[in-house]
């Protein structure tokens, strides 16, 4: 796995998603490198919590076996990096907000859209907003 020292920030870089381990994060191997990625200002139901499956289902049918572009924003206390997704020309990250299957993070949040997209799914009671008693993320992972 690649860290912070191996890699630059604000670069594109490019890879192909090997594993998809929940609504946020995944594998990307790159050249002979293997990344973890957890993507940016973003964060998803746990595998426990109700639309987790769901959540992470419909992000390997976005980008699992598929190649994406990333940008790195920072790297994170596991030593992730924390990016920008794209497939194509699709911001992935606002993807998920906007199919209702995360929040947009506002502890860590980067791209202010996200809010709009999330009240938007929240409005249209997509995914996760059809359930009134969402827990968000953080707080769940306290509890736990």
């Not at 002979?32 to 499956?53: F, K, L, N």
Request: aromatic share 10%; hydrophobic share 30%; net charge positive.
């Amino acid at each position: 796995m690649l860290t912070q020292s191996a890699y630059s920030k604000d670069i594109n870089s490019f890879g192909t998603v090997t594993k998809v381990f929940d609504g946020d994060s995944f594998l990307v191997k790159s050249g002979r490198h293997t990344i973890e990625i957890r993507m940016d200002s973003v964060d998803a139901p746990e595998h426990s919590q109700s639309y987790g499956q769901y959540c992470k289902s419909g992000l390997e049918a976005k980008i699992l076996n598929r190649k994406i572009r990333f940008r790195q924003t920072d790297t994170d206390r596991y030593g992730r990096v924390v990016a920008v997704v794209y497939l194509e020309n699709r911001n992935i990250n606002r993807e998920i907000v906007g199919d209702g299957c995360a929040w947009a993070y506002r502890k860590y949040l980067r791209d202010s859209q996200l809010v709009a997209l999330e009240q938007q799914a929240r409005r249209n009671k997509k995914a996760l907003w059809s359930d009134k008693k969402q827990i968000p993320p953080w707080l769940y992972r306290r509890g736990n």
